[in-house]
């Protein structure tokens, strides 16, 4: 399995966005790792400063251990057996 990657972004109000960019690649590979990309807060508009933290994944398969290093969410086991669906993560951004 695999992070979908590409780039997100939401507005609030006129002149107001936050855009992100989400990791891409195999589920398994490590943050920090040389090539290995992470979320990320690319831009913000209206605010004075956009922050954001990866949290823990949901690994689909029941054999993976979910982690974060770098904002870079990982799943120990990136096989599809015994995937119940894909993984997913989701990426808080605090705005000031």
């Keep these: 399995m695999s992070w979908p990657g590409g780039t997100q972004t939401h ?3 006129a002149n107001c966005s936050v855009t992100v960019t ?3 690649g195999n589920i398994s590979l ?3 790792t040389t090539g290995v990309d992470s979320w990320q ?3 913000h508009t209206g605010w004075v400063s956009a922050t954001g933290i990866a ?3 949901n690994c689909s398969n ?8 770098n ?3 990982t799943c120990s086991d990136s096989s599809v057996v015994g995937a119940s669906g894909p993984s ?4 808080v951004v605090t705005l000031n």
Excluded: C, W, Y
Excluded at 62 to 69: F, G, M, N, Y
Excluded at 88 to 91: A, E, G, N, P, R
């Design 41 to 43: 807060v690319t831009s």
């Design 55 to 57: 949290q823990t994944p």
């Design 62 to 69: 029941i054999l993976a251990l979910a982690s974060v290093s």
């Design 88 to 91: 997913s993560d989701d990426f």
């Design 22 to 24: 989400a990791p891409s």
């Design 11 to 13: 507005t609030s109000g």
């Design 30 to 32: 490590v943050g920090g």
């Design 71 to 73: 904002n870079r969410p």
